[in-house]
């Protein structure tokens, strides 16, 4: 797959040049779930430091969630009747799932970020199965998600939800479990092997140990129980003493911060920039050094991080646009956006199961791992699934509303766009609307789709006398097939 070769030569610098449409774009696919024909015409002509410094300080400065009636129910709020019970625990899921995918729509940088971290701070509803546990988890993630990361390690390692998933809340001082202090180094901070020994795990695990009270209720906070944690003295990172829990963060920080910068920021790199960061003329190593030196200048704030790197000449860089394969959330969300049309409870919840289907599971990941990503979300099997739930997406929206497909074409066609009798001007509009950079696949003139376009009509008189416009009869249908031909082509998968 050279088309995934990471060509990208440009710098750290910041994009000096006003936004066209296919830059402004670009960025909004990126640091949210795309955005409107009415967002991206605003943002043309602004620079890059003015649109990014304002979305990274509206999601700094964004609300979570509001808290549900249950966000800290324990099981004895539940009905005893299991049938009862299991009822309602599903409704409250697919209460603060669909609160949540609506906060990605609409949320541009902030829920990014939570989805993001999500993937990272993995967990698993399926594990623990707390409903409590999870609305205090995502709501740890939305706080955090462009905040002090040394602030966030602390916090998510201590929500009940991560306790569990990762065996916190079994690590006694009698009997350490070393498997959360494996993946604080391995998953969350350092990489694997990344400088830490297995002794290095086999103390910490020993000075995280005591957050094991677990009520007898069930689905109780943990609490810490000074008498199940391990007083003895263990030496972390070569520095011995007492240790508990906010030592071994402190000692983390403070001895691997090199390790963590370059760490977290090539994640950040191979997400937002380009999937392959390692490049042979090693230009993404040197972009994620320059990160990795600002984040832990700024003393591990991540908002710094995130305002350098999208708003510089290397994430703008051509070779950065349309390499990212998306995944299911993107599909469906970045569409949504798009077109701008009309959903509802109904439509998310239909999202949400197709999502399901291509293997990304809201807050239930496949593994500690996470999602896999890129080119597994385009294999044989999903391919096809791909396709088909998209398909049955973009029906679901013609039988609702079938003028939103005519809304659409004339908006992304422009000032003209009711009024031009170029029918082809307006497939090319919307194909360079929903994809980064068109149809390379396509003959130059894009006669595939554009024959797509012509089909509602039997003749092509109304072509051949410039009597055609998109406010005749047949339009919206001509918008709606062309849609259902360019989500089957591979360029609609890229971001």
Aim: net charge negative.
């Amino acid at each position: 797959m050279e088309y995934f070769i990471n060509c990208n030569t440009s710098g750290l610098n910041a994009y000096a040049i006003p936004l066209d449409k296919n830059k402004a774009e670009h960025l909004y696919r990126r640091l949210g779930f795309s955005a409107s024909v009415d967002t991206i015409n605003a943002a043309i002509g602004q620079t890059a430091t003015a649109i990014v410094d304002n979305l990274v300080n509206e999601a700094a400065n964004s609300n979570p969630i509001a808290p549900p009636a249950w966000a800290d129910w324990n099981n004895s709020n539940y009905p005893e009747d299991d049938q009862a019970r299991n009822a309602l625990k599903n409704s409250q899921v697919e209460e603060l799932s669909l609160a949540y995918t609506k906060s990605l729509i609409t949320n541009n940088l902030a829920d990014r970020m939570s989805f993001f971290w999500s993937n990272h701070f993995v967990t698993q509803l399926s594990v623990y199965n707390c409903n409590s546990f999870l609305y205090h988890y995502v709501n740890c993630l939305q706080r955090n998600a462009l905040g002090n990361f040394k602030t966030f390690v602390s916090e998510i390692g201590l929500t009940s939800a991560m306790l569990y998933y990762l065996d916190g809340v079994y690590n006694n001082g009698n009997n350490p479990n070393e498997n959360y202090g494996r993946e604080l180094y391995e998953l969350f901070t350092l990489g694997e092997g990344n400088n830490y020994t297995e002794q290095d795990i086999i103390e910490t695990a020993k000075a995280l140990t005591g957050y094991v009270e677990r009520g007898e209720l069930g689905c109780e906070a943990v609490t810490f129980d000074p008498e199940k944690h391990d007083a003895g003295s263990k030496t972390i990172f070569g520095q011995t003493g007492n240790w508990d829990y906010d030592d071994v963060i402190d000692i983390l920080f403070e001895q691997r911060p090199n390790e963590i910068g370059w760490f977290i920021c090539k994640k950040l790199y191979e997400f937002f920039v380009h999937p392959d960061s390692q490049d042979e003329a090693g230009n993404a190593e040197t972009i994620i050094q320059g990160l990795s030196a600002t984040f832990i200048a700024n003393n591990f704030e991540i908002a710094p991080v995130l305002a350098q790197l999208l708003k510089s000449e290397h994430f703008f860089d051509d070779d950065a646009v349309g390499v990212i394969i998306k995944s299911p959330y993107d599909l469906y969300l970045n569409f949504i956006n798009e077109t701008n049309f009309s959903y509802d409870d109904d439509s998310l919840n239909s999202l949400m199961s197709a999502s399901t289907l291509l293997s990304q599971e809201l807050f239930d990941p496949f593994d500690v791992a996470g999602w896999q990503r890129n080119r597994s979300w385009i294999n044989t099997n999903f391919m096809i699934g791909r396709w088909l739930t998209f398909e049955m997406f973009i029906q679901n929206f013609w039988q609702s509303n079938q003028e939103q497909f005519r809304t659409f074409g004339i908006a992304a066609t422009g000032p003209n766009g009711a009024t031009t009798n170029d029918p082809d001007e307006v497939a090319r509009a919307i194909i360079d609307k929903i994809t980064p950079k068109g149809l390379l696949t396509e003959t130059p003139d894009y006669s595939a789709a554009f024959d797509v376009f012509r089909e509602p009509y039997e003749s092509d008189m109304v072509y051949q006398n410039g009597s055609w416009s998109m406010m005749l009869q047949n339009a919206d249908s001509q918008v709606y097939l062309l849609l259902l031909h360019i989500v089957r082509q591979p360029e609609f998968q890229l971001k």
